[in-house]
């Protein structure tokens, strides 16, 4: 059983910057790819990024790509995303999720865990 908390989402101005973690409990972390997701008030979850078992092969969504940066340290069983030049448009609940599996999905379906969410809110 894996057990993933978020931490680090709060309100913040537009172009501002955040870092979320999300720490991850069992040995298995660092077998596994990894992504970030976020939902929207009356919109579907949606894929942001993520990323394969070693943090060598990384993959983002056009509307974050440039502006958010995903890693992990596997040492610490923990996830991060580094959202810069953030936008009014970036609030949502994220979540991160773990596929068994040592690559990455765009799709939430091939993820076998969540975390219960952290909110980030962007203001104009």
């Known amino acids: 059983q894996v057990q993933l908390v978020e931490s680090g989402g709060r309100l913040v101005q537009a172009g501002g910057s955040l870092r979320l973690s999300c720490a991850a409990s069992?040995?298995?972390?660092?077998?596994?790819?990894m992504g970030w997701f976020r939902q929207a008030p009356g919109r579907e979850r949606e894929f942001v990024a993520a990323i394969n078992w070693s943090g060598g092969s990384t993959y983002y969504a056009d509307s974050v790509k440039g502006r958010f940066t995903i890693s992990r340290d596997n040492a610490k069983n923990t996830l991060y995303l580094q959202m810069n030049s953030l936008k009014p448009e970036d609030t949502a609940v994220y979540y991160c999720?773990?596929?068994?599996?040592?690559?990455?999905?765009?799709?939430?379906?091939?993820?076998?865990?969540w975390g219960q969410g952290t909110q980030v809110t962007v203001s104009s």
């Open positions: 999720a773990l596929t068994r599996s040592d690559s990455y999905y765009v799709d939430p379906m091939k993820y076998n865990y």
């Open positions: 069992g040995r298995t972390f660092s077998s596994y790819g």
